[in-house]
């Protein structure tokens, strides 16, 4: 694949840093994430908005080299959003915001107003989380409410206190419905929310193989050491590699469906997923080269 095949691929690892801690926020951009997310919701203190949401102007109008940054904004029902949302919508280093907690689209088309000024201009991307049992049920208009809504992501935590969830088996309906929702709307698969025990590797690496499984693509983070735990789980291992290898090459000597030697039928469809593995694996060689880089440059 092409250097331009794979930065069309959707983001990996999203990783949240609390938005009044301005230089743990530059830290971060170092960390590998594929997007950094600055939070001026749940890792904020209420004492603090004010605060977080000055500094996070300050660094989006003089952006430094790194991912792209996003921004979680305040619930959209609550006396802060708008105003964070008028504030930073225009700086030049705001890359998207996250809207946390939609329940349905009115909510996305009110953000979006505010977000281009009432104009009519086009303003950052909008990706809506969806944290109650009312935004699942509404999952798919809220996927297509806006052109600038540009993808899907759940908020367990407040989902699992609203439903009374004791465990994984209670989501695996809102999780499928938030992926079917995203792909119907022709968004890119949603990532999955955040593993909060940092400590606790073995646990991610299950859940995102599980995330996978799902149809999920690639997590949020609250720690820089999730992130090699997430990219390993999702980026393709040596044997999904040579498989893919194997049908892409027999797709570009035969066309239309066609069986391999070892019985596995053939079609476009899998040969698009073919194509799409060995994109990841071009990623996984970028990330490793680039790893290397910064050890050699020590």
């Known amino acids: 694949m092409t250097p331009a095949q794979c930065a069309d691929l959707p983001p990996l690892t999203w990783l949240y840093v609390p938005g009044d801690r301005p230089g743990t926020v530059?830290?971060?951009?170092?960390?590998?994430?594929?997007?950094?997310?600055?939070?001026l919701e749940d890792a904020v203190a209420g004492d603090r908005k004010e605060y977080a949401l000055r500094a996070t102007a300050e660094l989006l109008a003089d952006p430094a080299p790194g991912p792209p940054v996003h921004v979680r904004v305040n619930a959209l029902d609550g006396p802060l959003a708008e105003r964070e949302i008028r504030t930073l919508?225009?700086?030049p280093g705001l890359a998207g915001l996250r809207l946390p907690k939609v329940q349905g689209p009115a909510e996305v088309r009110r953000a979006a107003a505010w977000a281009d000024g009432g104009a009519g201009a086009a303003g950052p991307a909008l990706y809506a989380l969806l944290e109650s049992a009312l935004g699942i049920e509404h999952a798919y208009a809220i996927a297509t409410a806006h052109p600038a809504l540009r993808g899907l992501a759940l908020g367990e935590a407040d989902l699992r206190a609203e439903l009374g969830v004791r465990d994984d088996a209670g989501l695996a309906w809102p999780r499928s419905r938030a992926v079917v929702?995203?792909?119907?709307a022709g968004l890119a698969p949603p990532p999955q929310s955040v593993h909060p025990d940092v400590r606790d590797t073995q646990g991610l690496a299950r859940s995102c193989a599980q995330g996978r499984?799902?149809?999920?693509?690639?997590?949020?983070?609250?720690h820089p050491r999730q992130l090699p735990v997430i990219?390993?789980?999702?980026?393709?291992s040596a044997a999904e590699v040579e498989a893919a290898q194997q049908i892409v090459g027999a797709a570009a000597t035969e066309e239309g469906a066609l069986a391999l030697p070892d019985g596995r039928f053939v079609d476009a469809a899998?040969?698009?997923?073919?194509?799409?593995?060995?994109?990841?694996?071009?990623?996984?060689?970028?990330?490793?080269?680039?790893?290397?880089?910064?050890?050699?440059?020590?």
Not at 181 to 184: K, V
Request: glycine residues 10%; positive net charge.
């Open 231 to 236: 990219e390993a789980a999702y980026l393709p």
């Open 26 to 39: 530059a830290k971060a951009r170092d960390c590998g994430a594929d997007v950094l997310v600055i939070d």
């Open 181 to 184: 929702a995203a792909r119907a």
């Open 270 to 298: 899998v040969v698009a997923g073919a194509r799409r593995v060995l994109a990841l694996a071009s990623k996984r060689r970028r990330a490793s080269a680039d790893v290397a880089d910064r050890g050699g440059s020590r």
């Open 213 to 222: 499984d799902l149809g999920f693509w690639g997590r949020a983070a609250i």
């Open 89 to 91: 919508a225009g700086l």
